[in-house]
């Protein structure tokens, strides 16, 4: 699912490129490039399901594999299967809406066979794997927490996995790596709770898809009033206004775009995010110079009535 957090880091993303890239890239196709990056960010979580099934496969042949060499030991003709034969992995088989999607958007790992194989490793290889596989029993319940236990020490906590996924896409960050695979996590807990529909939708409602084109498409209306808004603040004996790290500059008309025009949205969230934002994206002292500007264009906007929420 894709929350407003990967939201406004998209449209923040979508702004910086749209105001580089203009005249020769149209607002229309920016408009359409974010759209594709919100899709592109839910076949993530969809591939991340994909590839959980591909890596019990890829051991499945493994095994069969030593069953049938030239001369199998007792332990190649008896394996622990374990691993190829837990709970989650059927769950995942067999989900229709998974198979559907999988099928409709070609989610496949096939061509990246390598890849496969050294991530199977790090899971044979792990502490993880070898508590799991040496239990004297296990149910749904300790195969989904091996599952969860994998993405969470594995997927996401691996510089191999992430420089792959995002080279595999040029709309795949680190934070689309990361809220995606705690999206997976939540899953797997669907699953183990026998919840009906454990598959995340894309958005969580009808507000949440449409909260992203609103934010950039309302930033580009009003950015040259927000700017001299933000530029009103910027005190000349501290900072130059046309030396403001341009990703500062747009982060902060993102944010007084949400403040002035999302009544539902808290003041204090905004305020979090966008500095968040700017800690994360920007310079070393960008959070401390964003939070400044931001607080004084908030009590502006309360001064004249433009903003009454809390």
């Known amino acids: 699912m894709i929350n407003r957090v990967l939201i406004r880091v998209k449209v923040v993303q979508a702004l910086y490129s749209y105001v580089l890239t203009r005249p020769d890239r149209t607002f229309e196709q920016a408009k359409k490039d974010l759209q594709l990056s919100f899709e592109k960010s839910y076949e993530l979580y969809m591939y991340l399901f994909k590839l959980i099934i591909e890596l019990t496969d890829l051991q ?52 990246e066979i390598i890849f ?20 004297p029993s296990t149910d749904c319940a300790t195969d989904c927490e091996f599952w969860k236990q994998v993405v969470r020490q594995i997927f996401l906590n691996d510089e191999d996995i992430a420089e792959q996924l995002e080279n595999m896409s040029l709309f795949w960050s680190v934070e689309d790596i990361d809220t995606m695979g705690q999206f997976i996590i939540k899953s797997i807990r669907k699953f183990q709770d026998g919840q009906d529909n454990p598959i995340m939708p894309m958005y969580k409602d009808d507000e949440d898809r449409v909260f992203g084109d609103k934010l950039f498409s309302r930033t580009v209306q009003i950015m040259d009033e927000n700017n001299i808004l933000i530029d009103s ?28 025009g999302f009544e539902s949205i808290p003041t204090s969230v905004t305020l979090n995010e966008y500095i968040e934002l700017a800690k994360e994206f920007s310079t070393p002292n960008s959070g401390q110079f964003v939070n400044g500007i931001l607080h004084s264009v908030v009590k502006n906007l309360r001064d004249r009535g433009i903003i009454v929420k809390a």
């Open 60 to 111: 499945d042949r493994a095994l069969d594999d030593a069953r049938n060499k030239f001369m199998p030991t007792a332990e190649d003709l008896n394996p622990n299967t374990r691993f190829v034969d837990n709970w989650l992995v059927s769950q995942l088989r067999e989900n229709e809406e998974l198979n559907v999607f999988f099928n409709d958007k070609l989610i496949s790992w096939q061509d």
């Open 116 to 135: 496969k194989r050294l991530t199977l490793d790090k899971i044979l290889r792990s502490d993880l794997y070898k508590e799991y596989m040496a239990a």
């Open 233 to 260: 603040f910027i005190k000349s004996e501290r900072w130059d206004k046309n030396r403001v790290a341009l990703m500062d500059r747009l982060i902060m008309c993102v944010a007084v775009t949400e403040l002035k």
